[in-house]
């Protein structure tokens, strides 16, 4: 089983639609979580770290659910531009260590 | 500006020779890494860095070779032991002491084939 899981898409959604990504983790004793943005032959950008009790950043929203080890991304009202791959983010048990999804691609069509 | 320089962004290398990746940050971070991603698939680490002239073998290692001389530079070689050294290679920085440890800052890139 893979430390981190995605579901690598592609989601296929029109403009301002509201689409949700799901990522677990196998690491109970995980302590951080994040969500990176990449875009096409780019490098991966910070997007959000995900908080015990949910964080929202504009149309962007994180969950953390821990009983059941997996984090949630929710974009509201999709633009174009979000077109990317979001990867899942999870801190090991080093504070070195950051483990890596294989991304969930979206596409927003007009 | 601060930020991370990799080069060259595109290299292409005959099979059984070595090739060396630069990598210089200007951030003052301490920490530094090297990942490699495969089409479809997710970052995976190679060597990392805490402090100069130290440094960790990550979950990738066999085939790769890197240094720490100094704090600004993380330089990787692939060597011909790498069986399959076609990929993405992306360097990083950050503070291992942040709160909360996460945020990693990126180089662009540099993407090795090999012919």
């Known amino acids: 089983r893979k430390e981190v899981e995605q579901d690598p898409g592609p989601f296929n959604v029109p403009e301002g639609a509201t689409v949700a990504f799901n990522c677990t983790y196998s690491?109970?004793?995980?302590?951080?979580f994040f969500w990176y943005r990449q875009d096409c032959r780019k490098e991966p950008k910070l997007l959000m770290s995900?908080?015990?009790s949910g964080n929202e950043d504009g149309r962007f929203t994180a969950q953390l659910n821990r009983a059941s080890q997996y984090i949630s991304l929710l974009i509201r009202d999709s633009k174009l531009s979000d077109s990317a791959t979001y990867l899942c983010?999870?801190?090991?048990?080093?504070?070195?260590?950051?483990?890596f999804g294989s991304g969930t691609r979206l596409l927003v069509r007009p | 500006d601060g930020g991370i320089t990799q080069s060259p962004k595109y290299l292409f290398r005959k099979e059984g020779q070595n090739v060396t990746l630069s990598c210089e940050q200007n951030?003052?971070?301490?920490?530094m890494y090297w990942y490699r991603q495969d089409p479809g698939q997710g970052l995976r680490l190679i060597y990392y860095?805490?402090?100069?002239?130290?440094?960790q073998k990550g979950d990738i290692a066999e085939g790769y070779s890197v240094s720490r001389e100094k704090k600004e530079s993380f330089p990787l070689t692939v060597t011909s032991a790498q069986k399959n050294p076609t990929a993405f290679y992306l360097c990083?920085?950050?503070?291992?002491?942040?709160?909360?440890?996460?945020?990693?800052?990126f180089g662009e890139g540099s993407r090795l084939t090999v012919l």
């Open positions: 983010v999870v801190r090991g048990d080093s504070s070195y260590k950051l483990i």
């Open positions: 690491n109970s004793a995980s302590q951080s």
């Open positions: 995900v908080y015990s």
């Open positions: 951030l003052n971070h301490d920490a």
């Open positions: 860095s805490q402090i100069v002239n130290d440094f």
């Open positions: 990083a920085s950050n503070y291992p002491g942040q709160s909360p440890t996460g945020e990693l800052f």
